[in-house]
């Protein structure tokens, strides 16, 4: 997630849109005070920035279809559109990153011993290209460092696939790094490995581990390993992800609340996308069933093919039992979101992680049908 100043500044960036508004509106007014949550602590900030954000959409929306050529408005439809846009680019980098900058400061030092063609050909490997050089912001006066950012500063640190790609690249300038410079470090230091412990420590804080042979993995893997970026605004989407990121080892319940949580912002982001209104007072197993039927994987659906195959049916029918099931679960008090007289006993990890994982195949089925161009629900559509 980006930095909560730099969250500040871009929302109250938005917030000078307001002066569009007509005098006695209290628009601004009413933001202002959300903003005032925003010092409450960190972690309210994403929870906040989503709430802010659909107001502001909602807002900006109306006034850029206000704004044409015979509107009164007209003259200011630039400083509308250029507010909307910062709301869009703050909406996507509210999402989590992945890997810290720490860590890849960390990675970015071991550059200075390395050539700038060696640099770039350990991101090229991967399938990475550098941002053009006056879009970087970062400024150093070492070529090999600036080199590194130039590519660094071209990957999604929040989208799974860039960061396993990412984490390649680190492996290969890790162990790079330890070829070429091995005996100066082991003539000139007593303690000549230690640049790996550094980098070990940082990485492990971001949840993955450097292992004695130099390869990174995840101690706990990314929840949902999916491209969301095709969503208009997944941003309800990544809210729970992180909740559960953050509660799945140590807050089972509030991880199984946010399992089921995580269920109905799928299924109301993926209406929104089909263009399906969305009943705000359905309860999530009629959710479910709107959002399955809308894209034809409900019992009721027999399009050709293995989609409506008998065996196909049989695992529709379970993924809405799954669904529904975390419901009931988080409902039954052994999730957060609902207080109890006396606290369910016994829950552990295993019982937060099975929950999760339910939500996720069930989210992952949803989600891989929306995107899937061949999709049965497309057929017919314009």
Known sequence: MMPFLVCQRQIFHVLRVERLD???????????????????????????????????????????????????????????????????????????????????????????????RIVSELWENQGFAPIPPEELKYQDPGQ????????AEGVDWSDPDHVRRALLVFE?????????????????????????????????????????????????????ARDLSTLNDPSGIFVELER???????????????????????????????????????????????????????????PDGPDGSKAVKKILSGSVNIAVGVAELRNQGFGSGHGMASAPSGLGVRHARLTVNAAVTWCELILDTLADPAAPWRRGRG
């Not at 090999?144 to 590519?151: A, C, I, N, S």
């Not at 300038?173 to 007593?190: G, M, N």
């Open 244 to 302: 559960i990121r953050r509660d799945l080892t140590t807050d089972p319940h509030g991880a199984i609340g946010a399992a089921k949580q995580l269920i109905e912002a799928t299924a109301k982001t993926a209406l929104r996308e089909l263009g399906v209104a969305i009943d705000k007072n359905a309860a999530l197993p009629a959710l479910v069933n709107t959002v399955q039927k809308a894209l034809k994987l409900d019992a009721g659906s027999a």
């Open 144 to 151: 090999r460092r600036t080199e590194f950012m130039l590519y």
């Open 172 to 224: 290969d300038f890790l162990r790079k790094y330890d070829e070429e410079t091995y005996q100066w470090r082991h003539e000139s230091s007593s303690t000549p490995d230690a640049w790996r412990e550094d980098i070990r420590v940082r990485l492990e804080r971001d949840g993955l581990v450097l292992d004695g042979s130099g390869k990174i993995t995840w101690s706990a893997p990314p929840v949902l």
């Open 22 to 116: 007509p005098p006695g509106t209290g628009q601004a007014y009413s933001l202002g005070r959300k903003l005032f949550v925003l010092d409450q602590g960190p972690q309210t900030v994403q929870s906040v920035i989503t709430e802010i954000c659909e107001d502001l959409r909602r807002s900006l929306k109306s006034r850029l279809r206000d704004v044409g050529p015979g509107s009164e408005h007209s003259r200011k439809g630039h400083d509308v559109a250029r507010g909307y846009s910062y709301l869009q680019t703050m909406t996507a980098t509210a999402r989590r990153e992945l890997v810290s900058p720490a860590s890849r400061n960390a990675v970015r030092s071991l550059a200075t011993s390395l050539t700038v």
